[in-house]
T-cell receptor, first 114, second 111 residues
Framework: DTGVSQDPRHKITKRGQNVTFRCDPI?????LYWYRQTLGQGPEFLTY????????KSRLLSDRFSAERPKGSFSTLEIQRTEQGDSAMYLC????????????FGPGTRLLVL | QKEVEQDPGPLSVPEGAIVSLNCTYS??????FMWYRQYSRKGPELLMY????GNKEDGRFTAQVDKSSKYISLFIRDSQPSDSATYLC???????????FGDGTTLTVKP
């Protein structure tokens, strides 16, 4: 296993469409995180899972965003009724669920909403 | 005001220079401190990871944490053109899931 993978790497969509992104974590990692990054800003936390359980969601995560990790392995992030303000890089990270374990990031999915 | 502040730069140095990158923070509960390097259009890559106060060295990189001042630094010795990237500091509370990031400092090392 070479690291966290994300698919697709790039997505262009029209405003109002739904999009779904996939993240495959490092195989032995049981925590999975989603972040969003806009140009000139650092990554901003969206949500994270430990195994199948979604343990925390940012207040910034609107109702149009939903994330799942049904079998405790890969995760999907869906954005419904996309808006131009959703254009960003969506980053996935994973870690072990031990105190102090750090997060390793994937390459990101770059979303452009027209 | 953001929890983590980082000078955005840009910072331009000649090859071989010592680079100093810094972040300040306001949340005294932060216990874990990370530095990530991010190349254009790529995901962040972990460089250094420190728990609580103190120094940590790894090759040309040294991370320092001063919790009393709520100030962390990353030093890069003998900087190389390949070090040109955006450097992000990140912090986390004990038992917390999320990391809080600075907005990054863009570094260019000129040959």
């Amino acid at each position: 296993d070479t690291g966290v993978s994300q698919d697709p790497r790039h997505k262009i969509t029209k405003r109002g469409q739904n999009v779904t992104f996939r993240c495959d974590p490092i195989s032995e990692h049981n925590r999975l995180y989603w972040y969003r990054q806009t140009l000139g800003q650092g990554p901003e936390f969206l949500t994270y899972f430990q195994n199948e359980a979604q343990l925390e969601k940012s207040r910034l995560l609107s109702d149009r965003f939903s994330a799942e990790r049904p079998k405790g392995s890969f995760s999907t992030l869906e954005i419904q009724r996309t808006e131009q303000g959703d254009s960003a890089m969506y980053l996935c990270a994973s870690s072990l669920a031990q105190t102090g374990e750090t997060q390793y990031f994937g390459p990101g999915t770059r979303l452009l909403v027209l | 005001q953001k929890e983590v502040e980082q000078d955005p730069g840009p910072l331009s140095v000649p090859e071989g220079a010592i680079v100093s990158l810094n972040c300040t923070y306001s949340n005294s509960a932060f216990q874990y401190f990370m530095w990530y390097r991010q190349y254009s259009r790529k995901g962040p890559e972990l460089l250094m990871y420190t728990y609580s106060s103190g120094n940590k060295e790894d090759g040309r990189f040294t991370a320092q944490v001063d919790k009393s001042s709520k100030y962390i630094s990353l030093f890069i010795r003998d900087s190389q053109p390949s070090d040109s990237a955006t450097y992000l500091c990140a912090m986390r509370e004990t038992n917390a899931g999320k990391s809080t990031f600075g907005d990054g400092t863009t570094l260019t090392v000129k040959p």
